[in-house]
């Protein structure tokens, strides 16, 4: 998807599909700040947006940089985490055409990588996790809060429930690889034992329209503090 429909695989609408980003690509990257602004409205409910330049912040599934960018310019520090090489090359550019030094890019590599993260005063994931098996969502959660500083936040954002759906690894292993986006969930349950088992407290959960509102269908946004 890096190398095919960058933007189109970061929001999934056609008008960000390579044969149409031209004029579009202001618009793409715009959109970024609209994803900071609800991360801020969230933050200050809770009491938890000062000084956020201060802070150092990871982000998992930075993409193309359509957030990544907006939040290096807030935070003192963006360690910015994808899978995707071609992404991470397209995030840099931007990066530089801002003027920003401020940015870690790291290609994740191996279930290693999300082992070894650095101390972070914030986590930040969305539209990211639900295209991982669970296994995988539940070892980037607990990579994620294992990394929190002590009264650290994270801000994620996944598929809590879908009409249907069910996961075996076996099976899952053993079949072709689907033709389109995967989407994947992992229950609210499972979401609030990984935040327990990790030393941190669920200040909100939210209901959102990240995956697109559908019948039969729950996504939500977390966030949570290490206590």
């Given at each position: 998807m890096g190398e095919?429909?960058?933007?189109?695989?970061?929001?999934?609408a056609d008008e960000y599909k390579l044969v149409n980003i031209q004029g579009r690509l202001e618009k793409f990257y715009e959109s970024g700040w609209e994803s900071f602004h609800l991360l801020m409205d969230t933050l200050q409910r809770n009491g938890l947006d000062k000084k956020l330049e201060d802070k150092t912040?990871?982000?998992y599934g930075c993409g193309v940089g359509r957030v990544t960018n907006v939040l290096?310019?807030?935070f003192k520090r963006v360690h910015a985490y994808d899978v995707s090489t071609p992404h991470l090359a397209l995030a840099r550019q931007v990066t530089n055409s801002l003027g920003l030094a401020n940015?870690?890019?790291?290609?994740?590599?191996?279930?290693?990588?999300m082992q070894e993260l650095p101390q972070i005063d914030m986590a930040y994931s969305i539209i990211v996790l639900q295209h991982n098996p669970p296994p995988i969502i539940r070892l980037i959660l607990e990579s994620m809060l294992d990394a929190l500083k002590p009264g650290?936040?994270?801000l994620f954002q996944l598929l809590t429930y879908?009409?249907?759906?069910?996961?075996?690894?076996d099976e899952y292993l053993s079949s072709k690889r689907p033709t389109q986006i995967e989407m994947h969930v992992l229950p609210q349950q499972r979401v609030f034992e990984i935040i327990a088992d990790k030393?941190?407290?669920v200040l909100e959960v939210l209901d959102?329209?990240?995956?697109?509102?559908r019948k039969g269908q729950l996504s939500n946004t977390f966030l949570v503090q290490k206590r």
């Open positions: 095919q429909e960058p933007y189109w695989s970061v929001l999934s912040l990871l982000e290096a310019q807030k940015v870690d890019y790291v290609a994740v590599q191996s279930l290693r990588d650290g936040i994270a879908q009409e249907g759906y069910s996961f075996q690894a030393g941190c407290q959102d329209a990240l995956a697109g509102y």
